[in-house]
């Protein structure tokens, strides 16, 4: 069974540049999270889908973060115009709906806003 | 509300056992535990459910205190494979829509 794959796995931009992160769930998992590691803090959820819809995006730092889970299956998340405040690894993660077996995470996107 | 989790970090000899603590000051409906190794995505553990539990695979395992709203993960003899960020992830209801609330981590080093 494939992962849950993130991609880039890095990317560095300047101030004010536009980035988009995308991640791929497992297949048949439901629930899809995205959440936010800045370096030396815990990781903080940022927002849930069910499918296609969002459940709870009471995480999202501001109005320059802007995520989609297109048809329920892919997810992306883009931040638009970049601050500094930024930069740190993003994480998704997805479940089943019953989320008995935990999460499963990708390896993140480590992003540097310079 | 972010779970309490302690220590902060341990540093020990391979064959020796840790214990890592995670307390919350809200009720608890679960808690999650994953391992992270730099730069790699966090692992799942295990998860306890609310009424209490102890689990456990290999040589780590897990208890929930329900009406401490604590948990704990124990690692027993412990292998030079366990060192990474050890974090505990809680929820407050069953399908809560906020997903898990993580702690700040527990840094393990096993030394050989």
């Known amino acids: 069974e494939a992962g849950v794959t993130q991609f880039p796995s890095h990317s560095v931009i300047e101030k004010g540049q536009t980035v988009t992160l995308r991640c791929d769930p497992i297949s048949g998992h439901d629930n899809l999270y995205w959440y936010r590691r800045v370096m030396g803090k815990e990781i903080k959820f940022l927002l849930h889908?069910?499918?296609?819809?969002?459940?709870?995006e009471s995480g999202m730092p501001n109005n320059r973060f802007l995520a989609e889970r297109t048809g329920g299956t892919y997810s992306t998340l883009k931040v638009q115009p970049a601050e500094l405040e930024d930069s740190g690894v993003y994480f998704c993660a997805s479940s089943r709906l019953d989320r008995d077996d935990g999460y499963t995470f990708g390896s993140g996107t480590r992003l540097t806003v310079v | 509300q972010q779970p309490v989790q302690s220590p902060q970090a341990v540093i020990l000899r391979e064959g020796e056992d840790a214990v890592i603590n995670c307390s919350s000051s809200k009720a608890l409906y679960s808690v999650h535990w994953y391992r992270q190794k730099h730069g790699e995505a966090p692992i799942f553990l295990m998860i306890?459910?609310?009424?209490?539990e102890q689990k456990g695979h290999d040589k780590i395992s897990a208890s929930f205190n329900e009406k401490k709203q604590q948990s704990s993960l124990y690692l027993t003899a412990s292998q030079l494979s366990y060192s990474g960020t050890y974090f505990c992830g809680t929820e407050n209801r069953r399908g809560g829509a906020d997903g898990l609330t993580f702690g700040k981590g527990t840094h393990l080093i096993i030394q050989p």
């Open positions: 306890l459910l609310k009424g209490g």
């Open positions: 889908f069910v499918k296609e819809s969002k459940q709870d």
